[in-house]
């Protein structure tokens, strides 16, 4: 948990610093147990990528509110959005993580751009909202007639989330270096990947 992987616990400078703010938010806001979505093999998340470590509880009731499963995106896709499918890992680093998802680098050799899709259970969008004041919120975009909440989480990081059934669903996209681009443009591509996406996200 000291290593580089266990940066997610302590808000170190850097790209993996937007993956344990998410981790943190989305523990803040699981949405309620009374009626669980049914648990059949079709809604089991896939095994995590290559090179990830198996854990054995990386679906659990922390991110279990939908099927969708942010490392089942294709190697296409991503290329197509400017990000390398080789660099994928799991955005795990401990058994019963809240956030399940992935990570990946920008295809270009010597990228500091890194994006994180990740899940975590909450009862809607607006209550993300509502419970995480410190995100310098900006205007909502509609996709597929859907509402995509856009954040700031630093000067440098830009983050989508959506909802999907009952948890939510964050792209975290980040520029690591000084002086980043304009957020303008980080959020352009955090937008992207959730528009190449969101149609694999349960309603």
């Given at each position: 948990?000291?290593?580089?992987?266990?940066?997610?616990?302590?808000?170190?400078a850097?790209?993996i610093?937007t993956?344990?703010?998410?981790?943190?938010t989305?523990?803040?806001?699981?949405?309620?147990?009374?009626?669980p979505?049914p648990?059949?093999?079709?809604?089991?998340?896939?095994t995590?990528?290559?090179?990830?470590?198996?854990f054995?509880n990386?679906?659990n009731?922390?991110n279990?509110?939908?099927?969708?499963?942010p490392?089942?995106?294709?190697?296409n896709?991503v290329?197509s959005?400017?990000?390398?499918?080789?660099?994928k890992?799991?955005a795990a680093?401990?058994?019963?993580q809240t956030a399940?998802?992935?990570?990946?680098?920008?295809?270009?050799l010597?990228?500091?751009?890194?994006?994180?899709?990740i899940?975590?259970?909450?009862?809607?969008?607006?209550?993300?909202?509502?419970?995480?004041?410190h995100?310098?919120?900006?205007?909502?975009?509609t996709?597929?007639?859907?509402?995509?909440?856009?954040?700031?989480?630093?000067?440098?990081?830009?983050?989508?989330s959506v909802?999907?059934?009952?948890?939510?669903?964050?792209t975290?996209v980040?520029y690591?270096?000084v002086p980043?681009?304009p957020?303008?443009?980080?959020?352009?591509?955090?937008?992207?990947?959730?528009?190449?996406t969101?149609s694999?996200?349960?309603?």
């Amino acid at each position: 948990m000291r290593s580089m992987r266990s940066h997610l616990a302590n808000r170190a400078a850097g790209w993996i610093a937007t993956v344990p703010l998410l981790v943190v938010t989305l523990s803040t806001v699981s949405c309620s147990r009374d009626h669980p979505l049914p648990r059949g093999p079709e809604d089991l998340a896939p095994t995590p990528p290559v090179g990830s470590v198996p854990f054995p509880n990386r679906l659990n009731p922390g991110n279990d509110g939908t099927s969708y499963e942010p490392c089942s995106v294709s190697a296409n896709e991503v290329i197509s959005l400017g990000w390398s499918p080789t660099s994928k890992r799991d955005a795990a680093t401990v058994d019963k993580q809240t956030a399940r998802g992935c990570i990946w680098h920008d295809a270009q050799l010597g990228s500091v751009w890194s994006v994180s899709q990740i899940v975590g259970n909450s009862p809607s969008l607006d209550a993300y909202r509502t419970s995480h004041p410190h995100f310098t919120w900006l205007p909502d975009v509609t996709i597929n007639g859907r509402t995509i909440g856009v954040h700031l989480m630093g000067p440098s990081t830009c983050a989508t989330s959506v909802q999907s059934q009952r948890a939510g669903v964050s792209t975290i996209v980040s520029y690591n270096r000084v002086p980043a681009p304009p957020t303008s443009q980080i959020c352009d591509r955090a937008i992207a990947f959730t528009r190449a996406t969101i149609s694999q996200m349960p309603i």
